[in-house]
């Protein structure tokens, strides 16, 4: 079963983001993006995908000021490409800014 929660701890953020992106060469092959990448996401709001205790995905969400926010990253394992999980992350992505009162 699919979970998503969100990662409070920066470094938590920082590791994850650095697996879930590493494991997926062929999208995220530029090593100055991934070390870019893992560290901006400490200081954002950040979702991850489990599959039962297994990490397979990620979403981290860059908030320009009260009104907007975007996805900053995303990545979900291959092995669960095509089954939903992409579909639930932005799905909880647009919830918790629904909360936040974030319109766009």
């Known amino acids: 079963m699919i979970n998503i929660t969100k990662i409070q701890e920066p470094e938590e953020k920082s590791r994850v983001c ?5 494991a997926l060469p062929v999208w995220f092959g530029n090593e100055e993006a991934i070390v870019d ?7 954002m709001p950040s979702l991850i995908a489990y599959d039962n205790d297994k990490e397979i995905g990620f979403l981290a969400i860059k908030i320009h000021n009260e009104f907007t926010a975007e996805v900053c990253v995303m990545g979900v394992l291959e092995d669960y490409h095509r089954q939903g999980v992409g579909g639930k992350l932005i799905k909880a992505c647009e919830v918790f800014c629904q909360n936040k009162k974030i319109d766009f």
């Not at 650095?18 to 590493?22: F, H, P, S, V």
């Not at 990448?37 to 200081?43: C, N, R, S």
Request: net charge neutral.
């Open 37 to 43: 990448y893992t560290d901006k996401v400490k200081e």
């Open 18 to 22: 650095n697996d879930i992106l590493r």
